[in-house]
């Protein structure tokens, strides 16, 4: 019985490492700086979330208790990941990015990130 | 009431901040139960003027289904990322912009749809249009922006609309 467990908590944390590996791979490989916010985001969202199966099931497995902690990271995890991307997505945006360059916003006119008063700079000027 | 309604602006959002604060002490004892409600009604009332309205959510069974769903999806988008990362070669991907109009009008639905996006198969929420009415996603692979924005619309903002408004 124990051993079944020690397998699938090994298969878990192999998987998860894999996950992890392919994210950061992702940051070297991927060409251009939007798309290199994709393999962060996301690719690692399994990789921590497979460790963290794998805590969960070795602590009801093996220390005989139920553990919680592990939920409440995937929980702090899953709101926190999206509110970075679009921050480093906004930064791209107010230095690399030209109302031009963005597709048609449709009613509103503007992007949010674009309407900025004239004088306003943002960022060492490079 | 009303004086109730003061010092309790979010009642939901208090109980969440006292769980919340149970859980992260991963253990029952009064202490932490006090601590936890005290941080329930601290945050609550200091970050009000920023969050004047309540938000509503109208079918509560919708949002279980709708979270099964999302973790499914993002299930999925880590092996659709991988694989392209993996196995596609950068100049036969195309990286596009692509524009969600939006028919959500409140500001938690719309920042639900956004948090979704960005966890999402190959797309990442970057901005909004300047009075909200739309959305700016990039795509990692998307040969055909106009697919991505109705996928988008008729699988995650139709639900959201039966949750929230």
New interface residues.
């Given amino acids: 019985m124990d051993q079944i467990f020690e397998v699938i908590i090994a298969l878990l944390l192999v998987m998860a490492g894999v996950f992890g590996v392919v994210g950061s791979f992702g940051l070297i490989k991927l060409n251009d700086r939007m798309s290199r916010l994709h393999a962060p985001t996301k690719a690692t969202t399994l990789g921590v979330g497979g460790v963290l199966l794998a805590s969960m099931a070795h602590a009801a497995a093996f220390e005989k208790y139920i553990s919680i902690h592990e939920l409440m990271i995937t929980l702090f995890l899953f709101l926190t990941a999206p509110i970075t991307a679009n921050f480093i997505a906004k930064l791209h945006i107010h230095r690399h990015d030209t109302p031009e360059t963005l597709p048609d916003p449709g009613e509103d006119k503007v992007w949010a990130t674009h309407n900025k008063p004239e004088d306003e700079v943002i960022g060492p000027q490079l | 009431m009303k004086l109730l309604r003061r010092i309790f602006p979010h009642p939901i959002l208090t109980l969440v901040l006292t769980g919340?604060w149970l859980?992260?002490v991963?253990g029952w004892s009064l202490n932490s139960l006090v601590f936890g409600f005290g941080l329930g009604v601290l945050i609550p009332f200091v970050t009000q003027p920023y969050w004047p309205q309540e938000p509503r959510i109208k079918s509560p069974a919708k949002v279980i289904a709708y979270l099964a769903l999302v973790l499914y999806d993002?299930?999925v988008?880590?092996i659709t990322?991988?694989r392209i990362?993996?196995f596609k070669a950068?100049a036969k991907?195309h990286?596009n912009?692509?524009?969600i109009?939006l028919d959500l009008r409140t500001p938690e639905a719309i920042t639900v749809l956004?948090?979704t996006i960005?966890?999402t198969p190959?797309t990442?929420?970057?901005?909004?249009?300047?009075?909200?009415?739309?959305l700016?996603v990039?795509c990692?692979d998307a040969p055909d922006p106009a697919a991505v924005r109705d996928e988008i619309k008729t699988r995650y903002e139709s639900r959201l609309k039966e949750i929230f408004e």
């Avoid at chain 2, 990442?124 to 739309?134: C, N, T």
């Fill in positions: 919340t859980l992260l991963n993002i299930v988008a880590n990322v991988a990362v993996l950068n991907r990286p912009w692509v524009t109009p956004a948090g960005t966890m190959g990442v929420s970057a901005d909004l249009s300047d009075s909200g009415h739309a700016l990039h990692l």
